[in-house]
């Protein structure tokens, strides 16, 4: 097994001559010392698929394509939203609506028609990775969960491909390459996945945009370098930034010697630990009916407390009048109480930490706690369209 810091050999080999076109095009690539021709024509030659066409994937999408990787694959089901825009800056205003990975495509095309992209708009999971992975010498993979990102390890390993991962969430952002034939996977770095609901997803915890292009760019860097053979991947090591500080450090990561090979694919929901079906729902009311019960409870026929568990920038944004913010964290470590004297209603952006608050504050002995259905999302769509959604 190669050293972390060796170098590898070029993953690509090089294609023909390049055109006319490509060489003016890809002018400041051939006169780099110790890149030139022949490692333009490895990158004309390459086929890499990016998993998810949303923050990391946007700047990587672009930059490789700008680059001049041959064939860019996109996998991604989900459609552009206006929330979107402040990061994934493949896409734009006129795009919402439509699905991302034809959003990206017209883009890349608009970048450099010399790329051909393959859209898959299918949701990866353990029954298509393999067959899509196979027409690709590399992987690169910008994902938001944990799930995802075991199954893009293992079938990367079990195909002997590597894999570019990018991490980011609020101010901070990670980037690594794995290769399991030459040294780590993503399960040496992370053996266990967190519980469910410890590391919140961007859409809960927030990001800053500009760091998807910080890790983004990072992730090319890498992608091109294996590509082409150029300089030291990071194999081995994960390079994390902390954008507030401004700094970057390194980790070192080894192989576990005693690990057995990833010969098949699993059910990376259960491993992450996520109920292969729906949990029971809570006692919930819906948005009409709290509308209802405030008003209500400011005539003074009912009384009542209606708790907001999102955390305090969500609540600065959007919030529901008479609601009282308690963060879910708060709740569920008891580092504050909630009142047992009265009823209680529960939301937050979407139903869903608000129903495992429901259904923590129950399973304590306090039978008289409600989810509201829907969050503040679906408060704003039916009851306050002013307000603004994130």
């Known amino acids: 097994m190669s050293s972390p810091l060796a170098p590898l050999a070029p993953l690509v080999a090089p294609d023909a001559d390049l055109s006319r076109e490509e060489t003016e095009r890809y002018s400041r690539h051939l006169i780099i010392p110790g890149f030139g021709l022949t490692a333009q024509q490895r990158l004309k030659n390459a086929r890499v698929l990016v998993i998810g066409a949303g923050g990391l994937g946007s700047p990587a999408l672009l930059y490789l394509a700008a680059a001049g990787v041959g064939t860019l694959g996109i996998v991604d089901d989900d459609v552009v939203d206006l929330s979107n825009l402040q990061r994934q800056i493949i896409h734009g205003v006129s795009n919402v609506g439509q699905s991302k990975a034809e959003s990206a495509a017209q883009r890349i095309a608009e970048l450099n028609p010399l790329v051909t992209v393959r859209r898959h708009e299918v949701r990866l999971d353990n029954s298509n990775a393999l067959e899509i992975f196979a027409d690709y010498d590399l992987i690169l993979d910008g994902t938001d969960n944990f799930a995802t990102r075991y199954l893009v390890s293992d079938a990367a390993e079990i195909l002997g491909k590597p894999y570019v991962w990018g991490s980011i969430l609020r101010f901070d952002g990670q980037v690594s390459v794995f290769w399991a034939k030459h040294g780590p996977s993503y399960?040496?770095?992370?053996?266990?996945?967190?519980?469910?609901?410890?590391?919140?997803?961007?859409?809960?915890?927030?990001v800053l945009g500009v760091l998807c292009a910080q890790i983004g760019s990072v992730m090319v860097n890498e992608a091109i370098k294996l590509i082409t053979g150029t300089g030291v991947s990071l194999l081995g090591r994960v390079l994390i930034f902390d954008a507030l500080e401004m700094t970057w450090r390194e980790v070192r990561v080894r192989r576990d010697p005693e690990a057995a090979p990833v010969t098949g694919l699993i059910d990376y929901q259960a491993f992450c630990g996520v109920p292969a079906s729906p949990a029971p729902p809570v006692p919930s009311v819906s948005v009409t009916e709290l509308e209802d019960l405030l008003r209500q409870r400011e005539n003074g026929d009912v009384d009542f407390e209606l708790i907001d568990v999102r955390e305090p920038g969500e609540y600065e944004i959007v919030s529901i009048e008479g609601a009282t913010l308690m963060p879910k964290n708060s709740i569920l470590s008891g580092g504050v109480r909630v009142t047992t004297d009265r009823d209680v209603y529960v939301h937050c952006k979407a139903g869903t930490r608000s129903a495992d608050v429901v259904e923590h504050l129950r399973a304590a002995g306090h039978p008289r706690v409600y989810n509201v259905d829907g969050g503040i999302l679906e408060w704003v769509r039916q009851i306050e369209p002013d307000k603004p959604v994130y």
Not at 187 to 206: F, I, K, N
């Open 187 to 206: 399960r040496d770095l992370y053996p266990d996945a967190p519980p469910p609901g410890t590391v919140p997803s961007c859409a809960e915890g927030g």
